[in-house]
């Protein structure tokens, strides 16, 4: 399963779209409290997560969820400058980052 | 009648420095504050001509002036006054405003000059020049920056979009029973443009990424002292008072000095226009820290902002004013994120001016 957290309206779908054409199957979230009350992933699901979300930071989402026990995969996505990137990832994980603008390519190496 | 030894005294006492010469340009008085000024004692001028104090090239003119002067009785700085160039001892020029009289004495005709230093003066107002000359080309930068990043950012997102549902359904097109290859052939070309204007985005990203906040040690005392001055010469006319409470000038904080001098420069301005027309004219700088933070607070004594103004002073391109120094709050805040703080409007309180907050996340290095 491919979970994605994104704000902006469009790109969420785009993205939702383009892994359906592809037959895989993922859920998208408008921000991460929606994920956090809905979702379950589990340790060989992916999670995209924007940087820049309203209400939880994309950041302390990507820190909730990879303390989870059977923790999934975790990619930032983010149209930040790179300098704000490193300041909001949290330190302790290895979380990979995708930048925007991206090509479908750039996604489909996590799942 | 003063007796001899008490007008030298008062000419000893005098700030300014005190010379008079005869119609030789031939020094004969020279009060103490000449001999800080210039270098030279008393004894080693007095009886000398008074162009040693010039830089050569006016010293060579200096007795063909007086002559001129004696002849003709036409002034160039005689009543007049002026700001010239002398020589201290060590051959360093020095800026003087110099005032000149005459009097007809028993042993002929004499002149009178009274010398002010500017050294510190023009030092101040090079100080100050340069403060602002760097304020102003970082608030311009800083204006395309933002607005680079913000160019960057909110195209990013529909381009995101349009490359992603371009490629879904060019593979569309292609798992279709009967692929219709010119329809196939135009959406490849799409995406190829929509990579050149995703690289065109991470070009503008780069331009912008050079520019993250410099962060380096830097009294925040002496920050808070320098934008008062900078404002203050703006509102030398209309008698405000700005002041600053934090008088602690060992702290030092990690900052970006002149991008939070543009914010602290913003605020202040704003509160001193804020003020203007207040029976009580004040602007009051003050500092509070806690384990995590500082906060800076600019306070004034103005009509204060009610919720409907708070609620439009952040967002980009609202301002009303459009010259001078200001960099607009929304610019400000967003400075203010990038060093990992924030910049807030305290609510509105009857009776009350209004009250910005800078808050500065103190870490590791900055030192108390």
Known sequence: ???????????????????????????????????????????????????????????????????LDEAPQ??????????????????????????????EQDLLVYV | MVSSSCLHSVLDTAVNGIIVIDDNGTILIYNRACENMFGYKSAEVVGKNVNTLMPSATAKQHDQFIRNYLKSGDPKVVGIGREVVGRHKDGTE????????????????????????????????????????????????????????????????????????????????????????????????AVVEAERAGQIIQRM?????????QCIGTGLATLIDDCLELVRVGHEADDVEFISTFVDYNYQLELDSVQIQQILVNLIRNAGEAVKDQPVKQVV???????????????????????????HLFKAFTGTKRRGLGIGLAISRSIAQNHGGDLLVEPYEEGKGATFTLRLPVNSKATS
């Open chain 1, 1 to 67: 399963m491919i979970y994605i957290v994104e704000d902006d309206v469009s790109v969420r779908d785009a993205i939702a779209r383009m892994f359906e054409s592809l037959e895989l199957s993922c859920a998208a979230f408008a921000d991460g409290e929606s994920f956090l009350s809905d979702a379950s992933p589990r340790i060989d699901d992916t999670v995209f997560v924007d940087l820049h979300l309203p209400g939880l930071a994309g950041s302390d989402l990507i820190e909730k969820v990879a303390a």
């Open chain 1, 74 to 103: 975790i990619v930032a996505i983010s149209g930040q400058p790179l300098w704000k990137i490193t300041r909001d990832l949290p330190k302790i994980t290895t979380t990979p980052v995708v930048r925007k603008p991206l090509k």
């Open chain 2, 94 to 189: 020095i800026p003087i405003e110099l005032s000149v009289g005459e009097a007809q004495t028993e042993s002929g005709h004499q002149f009178i000059g009274v010398l002010k230093d500017l050294r510190a003066t023009k030092e101040y107002e090079e100080r100050l020049r340069v403060l602002q000359s760097n304020l102003v080309t970082m608030t311009r930068v800083n204006a395309l920056d933002e607005m680079g990043a913000a160019i960057a950012h909110e195209v990013n997102q529909p381009l995101t979009a349009l490359m992603l549902y371009l490629q879904t359904a060019a593979r569309r097109a292609r798992a279709a029973d009967q692929p219709d290859d010119p329809m196939i052939s135009l959406m490849d070309k």
């Open chain 2, 205 to 213: 990203r780069n331009f912008v990424e050079r520019q993250a906040p």
């Open chain 2, 285 to 311: 700088v003050s500092v509070e820290r806690d384990d995590d933070n500082v906060f800076v607070k600019v306070m004034d004594t103005g009509p204060g902002l009610d919720e409907e103004a708070v609620s």
